[in-house]
């Protein structure tokens, strides 16, 4: 393991060359803000947080996040108005404006994408205005905390986390935040004894660094059902493994246990997955022998956070509504890009007419059973006794083709994300396994496809 780990870690810490790089173009960006707050006349100040400021950033990662720290007296429209104004400034018309909590800029510069987030420079974390004001807070929080062998810890984490797919807390990928990564390895000590730790992981573990509660039923109580609570030091009232979902924290759990019995480099750096071509996807559905739905539209303009919530909820929605019908939803998946589309393999796409319903037993009161079913137009025959010694009807089933249940559902749009449904209304297609084969033309959907009709976890690849 200590082999590995040191092979490891020279592949992904960055080199002098790559610091010096970074630290330049953040400070050239740091003294833009402050030139543009002085042209402007803006009371503000610039920050540089996140992983570059910590050394922690992987050498491939090339973000820089710089915080425009605004009083905290400034009204949210004003802070929001002046913001952009010396982001827009800063980018000099070349960035984009993206919108979370409130609206911020994106831009490239010298090689490295660049967030410029306006924030309020709140004095304490408990009195936020916006979730991203506590960020300034953990960026001081870990410039007290972490040493520079902490740090060549965090990148082995990130590393690992990258590699078994669970990397970056975004809604697209409900996983391990860079922070949440920095925090586990500071409260372990070391990426060795973090895998060591999360190997015997039950799901609502919690780990409190500060020790902010006294007694651990109270995050219980507080984070109910959350599969890996981690109190924020800076927050108490904050999960910051909120945003890891049940399936991901599993796949880490297993991962470690893995790696623990016999480490690899697999686990760093997996295999790619295999691009699939048509001739091979058609291969594979046919001895899948499951029937495969493509719902595809134009992709709303927003940002992945917001899409993916959206996709989820729409996906889920036409999920339910199959089972409605009696169709079994073996699986299903989202993807968004330029368009988006809501993929749901099913047992089968046609069900026959008749279907039974069971009912208790004999021995118990059934007379209300049969009485309502008696009254039924949809019966066939029945009421009998089965072999369970149960009464039993069979009824007409009013839905049998599961594409007529989609494009039903499709036309009503019910509990569809919001964005979603409006797109959906505006034109969409419902395509079967010949429209999925015309799509694989786009190399990131091929990508979805492949990863989806080959999924195992990365290390066994």
Avoid at 46 to 71: C, H, K, N, Q
Avoid at 315 to 325: I, P, S, T
Wanted: hydrophobic share 40%; with cysteine; glycine share 6%.
């Amino acid at each position: 393991m200590r082999e590995i780990i040191k092979k490891v870690l020279e592949r992904v810490k960055p080199t002098e060359a790559d610091e010096r790089l970074v630290k330049q173009a953040a400070e050239e960006i740091i003294q833009r803000v402050k030139a543009a707050c002085a042209k402007l006349k803006i009371d503000a100040r610039p920050m540089l947080v996140g992983s570059v400021a910590r050394g922690t950033w992987l050498r491939d990662e090339r973000d820089i996040d710089i915080f425009v720290m605004f009083p905290e007296e400034l009204s949210r429209e004003n802070l929001e108005r002046q913001g952009l104004a010396v982001a827009r400034e800063v980018a000099e018309r070349k960035g984009r404006e993206r919108f979370a909590e409130h609206p911020y800029v994106m831009m490239e510069f010298k090689g490295f994408d660049v967030d410029l987030v306006p924030c309020y420079d709140v004095a304490k974390p408990s009195e936020i205005k916006s979730a991203v004001d506590r960020t300034p807070h953990h960026q001081r929080y870990m410039r007290e905390h972490l040493t520079p062998e902490l740090a060549d810890e965090v990148l082995l984490v990130k590393k690992f986390m990258e590699g078994i797919g669970v990397y970056g807390a975004e809604l697209k990928t409900q996983g391990f935040s860079g922070y949440l990564c920095e925090l586990l390895t500071l409260h372990h000590g070391s990426f060795q004894k973090l895998i060591e730790a999360a190997s015997e992981w039950k799901p609502e573990v919690i780990i409190d660094h500060e020790r902010n509660y006294t007694d651990e039923s109270e995050p219980a109580i507080l984070f109910e059902g959350q599969p890996l609570v981690v109190i924020d030091p800076v927050d108490p009232n904050r999960n910051v493994a909120a945003a890891v979902s049940a399936q991901n924290f599993s796949v880490f759990v297993r991962a470690c246990q893995e790696f623990l019995s016999g480490p690899r480099r697999e686990f760093f750096f997996p295999k790619k997955v295999k691009l699939l071509d048509a001739r091979e996807v058609r291969r594979i559905l046919k001895r899948r022998g499951t029937k495969m739905f493509c719902v595809v539209f134009e992709t709303p303009d927003l940002v992945p956070d917001v899409l993916y919530p959206q996709l989820r909820k729409t996906e889920h929605a036409l999920v339910a509504r199959l089972g409605q019908a009696g169709f079994e939803v073996q699986r299903s998946d989202v993807w968004g890009d330029s368009k988006s589309v809501i993929l749901l393999e099913l047992g089968t796409s046609k069900l026959a007419k008749a279907q039974t319903r069971i009912g208790p037993p004999v021995t118990i009161d059934v007379k209300d059973f049969i009485q309502e079913h008696l009254k039924s137009k949809e019966k066939i025959t029945g009421p009998f006794v089965n072999a369970a010694g149960r009464v039993v009807f069979e009824l007409e089933r009013e839905e049998t083709d599961a594409r007529d249940v989609l494009k039903q559902a499709l036309e009503e749009r019910t509990a569809f994300g919001k964005h979603v449904a409006e797109a959906i209304k505006k034109g969409y297609k419902l395509m079967e396994e010949a429209g999925l084969v015309k799509l694989l033309h786009d190399r990131k959907f091929r990508e979805f496809v492949s990863e989806y009709l080959t999924r195992r976890l990365p290390w066994y690849r």
